[in-house]
Every structure is written in structure tokens, then in C-alpha cells.
């Protein structure tokens, strides 16, 4: 199930908290422009959060980026989580819930995951984690 | 440097205009400054006589290094010192820019002037010239967005560090509202504050409402979790105030469930289940 490539894209760096907040607000403003309701809204902000908190967290350094997607006449909001980090030695686990290295909840990943409705992540061990994710919007 | 293609050449190339480089130099600072000095907002960086004659001293140096100097480590730290000394005075971007590319007008016109035996030389010369140019142009700007960051990262410094207040509303009872956002070094001073309240007021209730909180993700809601477990062992109940419908809901999603965390709808009725828990 591959959607189109997006029409535009934003970006947004992520190298600290403050970071967090920023990509949370483009994802949010976006997913407004293109009539989400305010509960997907929250849901694709909070998406955006966990995947950006990772990046800060475990890979110091990465990039956010929110773009509309197209599929026949479905439109969606696309994340994509980058960072060049460490990468994710055990994919199965870090989607499994209440698994963490560091100290938290171990819900970020399998969290988004419940949150959006495709999700994809790749990682090779050493080179960074890629995950795309994409809310579709209610026709 | 490479990213800019700089080589030995480039400076061979520049160090063709050692030989006229005084006599250039003093006709292109005086037209450089007659221009800038003709610009409200650019004059307004100069006080006197005596400084315009102190700037146009350490100008000339410039140009001078401009051409001929070894771009080396000495080099660069001058280079970004200069750009401190731009951004801390309030030289805009625009105005640096846009003051460069005038004096580089200038200086390539007068290399045509003084090669027309040699127009090919000269234009690899001004080739060269540019690329040391864009160079210094692009430290000079590293160094202003490089001053901001360092702005910005004190206000985010001030900001985690700011108190959370720990307000009495009666005998027992606490309320502590919570602002801007929990990052994780900003949770570890709540939590503190949190204890230390408990510890003061003897309190057997705390109210925490999260209603001023940016952004509440599982991060946010674990740093949450575990302040209100630590005052549970110092034998203080919480409750958590604040939440919006949309937030509530992405975290039951995420898998944050409710029963770690004792919630309210609003503030007043936290405050009411907190005084149950008082009597209770």
C-alpha cells in the first residue's frame, strides 16, 4: 500500500526539547489546513511528539517531517522520523509494549503505532531509524 | 573550506594585488564608507570622527588579509570575532551583505582597472577574490546564528529553571500548577518541589493541574506518573487537573491508562476529590 510521493513537505529539526513543541505545532497546523477534527489533530500532534521525543532521547539529533499524501481520493498526513543515530537493534521489542532502554513508559513506539493508521519503520543497527507514519482523513 | 573549493591558487591568485593593494584599498574604503555613511540606518553605527577613522584603520587590515593573509585557524577565529562584534552591536544581516557586496563591486572594478592587459588574469582573480569573500561572509554568519542560539538556549535555560509555585489553599491540601513544558530536567524540579511542598506543608492532598502544559505525550505523562508515586510514598495523595478532551483521549491511545493517574475533569472538581481525600 504505497500512497503518492507528497505534493510539499515541511521540516522541522529536531535537536532538543523545545524542538519537540515546534514539529508537534507544524504537524497540528497542518493536519488543521487539511480538516482534520481537533481529536485527530491531538492524535497526530501526540504522534509527532513521540517520534521527536525518541530523536532527542536516543538519537540527540534528527528531522521531522509532516507532508499530504494522496491515494485515489483519500487524503492523509504523512510523518517521517528521521535521525542518524544508534538505530534499533531490536526492532520486535521496541514495538512491544512497556519495553524501554532508557527510562520511560515504552509506549512512544507501539503508541504511535495504535495512533495512526499505517506505520513503517526501518533501522539497520549504527545508522539511524527511519519511521513513516500516515493519518488517513475520515471521508 | 573545501565545501567553498579554497586552494593555494585562490591565494596565489589574490596575492597578484599585494603589489597596488595600499592604494586600492585607501580609494575603495573611502568610496566603501562616503556609501555607508550616506545610509541612515548604516551611519547610525558609527560615533564620531574619531571611530569612523579607527574602523577605517582596522578595514584596511582586512583588505589587506582579505588578499593576501593564510586562511588558517588565526584566520577564522578573526573572522567570527568580527561577526560577534556585528551581531553584538546590531549589524544587521542585510546591512553586512549588502555592505560586502558594494565593496566587492568596487574592488573587482578597480582589478579590471588596473589589468586591461590581462583581462582573463583578472577575472580568475576576481573569481578568486569571491570565493574568499563568501568565505568570510558565510563566518561572519555562522557566528550571528550561532550568538542567537546561545540566546535562545539561556531563555529555554531560564524558562526550565523558573519555580513551579507550590500554593497552600488550606491546612493539608496543595495546589501546584504546572507551565510551559516538562522536559525531562524540568520534571526532576517538580518532582522536588512536589516533595519538598508535601515535606513543608505537611500535606495529605496535592492538586496538580497540567491546564498551562505545552505538550502532553507519554514522556510527559510518565515524568507525571512517577512525581505523583514519589508523593504517594511520602503519604500525599494527587490528583491531576487540566487535561483537554483531545489529550486525554491521545493518551488512552498511546496507552497511558487512567489508573496511574488519579485525573479530574477541572480544577474545581480536583480540588473537591483532593478535600474527600483529605477527610477520607
Known amino acids: ?139 | 573550506m573545501r565545501w567553498f573549493d579554497l586552494s593555494e591558487s585562490d591565494r596565489t591568485q589574490t596575492r597578484e594585488l599585494s603589489r597596488i593593494a595600499d592604494d586600492v584599498s585607501e580609494r575603495i574604503i573611502e568610496a566603501f564608507y562616503a556609501h555607508l555613511l550616506s545610509d541612515q540606518t548604516a551611519a547610525r553605527h558609527f560615533r564620531g570622527a574619531d571611530h569612523i577613522a579607527r574602523v577605517k584603520q582596522g578595514q584596511s587590515r582586512y583588505f589587506r588579509e582579505l588578499i593576501s593573509a593564510d586562511v588558517d585557524d588565526s584566520y577564522i577565529a578573526d573572522r567570527r570575532r568580527i561577526g560577534s562584534i556585528h551581531e553584538r552591536t546590531g549589524v544587521t544581516p542585510t546591512l553586512y551583505i549588502g555592505s560586502y557586496a558594494y565593496y566587492l563591486n568596487k574592488l573587482a572594478l578597480e582589478v579590471q582597472q588596473q589589468m586591461p592587459e590581462a583581462p582573463e588574469k583578472a577575472f580568475t582573480l576576481i573569481l578568486s577574490l569571491f570565493k574568499i569573500a563568501h568565505f568570510d561572509m558565510a563566518l561572519a554568519l555562522e557566528t550571528y546564528v550561532d550568538a542567537r542560539e546561545e540566546t535562545i538556549k539561556a531563555r529555554e535555560r531560564e524558562l526550565s529553571e523558573l519555580p513551579t509555585p507550590v500554593l497552600q489553599l488550606r491546612p493539608g491540601l496543595l495546589l501546584i500548577p504546572v507551565v510551559g513544558t516538562l522536559d525531562s530536567y524540568r520534571a526532576r524540579t517538580l518532582t522536588v518541589q512536589l516533595l519538598e511542598g508535601i515535606k513543608e506543608h505537611r500535606a495529605r492532598a496535592v492538586v496538580l493541574d497540567i491546564t498551562g502544559v505545552a505538550a502532553v505525550d507519554s514522556a510527559v505523562a510518565n515524568h507525571l506518573i512517577q512525581s505523583m508515586a514519589a508523593a504517594r510514598l511520602m503519604g500525599a495523595h494527587s490528583v491531576l487537573t487540566g487535561l483537554s478532551a483531545e489529550v486525554a483521549q491521545s493518551l488512552v491511545k498511546v496507552g497511558v491508562t487512567g489508573e496511574a493517574l488519579n485525573t479530574a475533569g477541572d480544577l474545581q472538581r480536583g480540588i473537591q476529590l483532593a478535600e474527600n481525600l483529605l477527610k477520607g
Open chain 1, 1 to 139: 500500500m504505497q500512497a503518492q510521493e507528497p505534493v510539499d513537505s515541511q521540516i522541522q529539526a529536531i535537536r532538543r526539547d523545545a524542538d519537540v513543541i515546534s514539529a508537534r505545532q507544524m504537524g497540528r497546523r497542518l493536519a488543521e489546513d487539511m480538516g482534520f477534527g481537533r481529536p485527530d489533530q491531538a492524535l497526530i500532534a501526540t504522534a509527532i511528539s513521540e517520534l521527536a521525543r525518541n530523536i532527542v532521547v536516543y538519537a540527540g539529533y534528527g528531522e521531522i517531517e509532516v507532508s499530504v499524501v494522496r491515494q485515489g481520493h483519500r487524503q492523509g498526513l504523512r510523518i517521517v522520523a528521521r535521525d542518524r543515530g544508534p538505530g534499533i537493534a531490536d526492532l520486535g521489542s521496541a514495538l512491544a509494549d512497556g519495553y524501554s532502554t532508557g527510562n520511560s513508559l515504552g509506549l512512544g513506539l507501539p503508541g504511535t503505532r495504535r495512533i495512526v493508521d499505517d506505520f513503517d519503520i526501518r533501522s539497520t543497527p549504527g545508522e539511524g531509524v527511519e519511521v513513516t507514519a500516515v493519518k488517513w482523513r475520515r471521508q
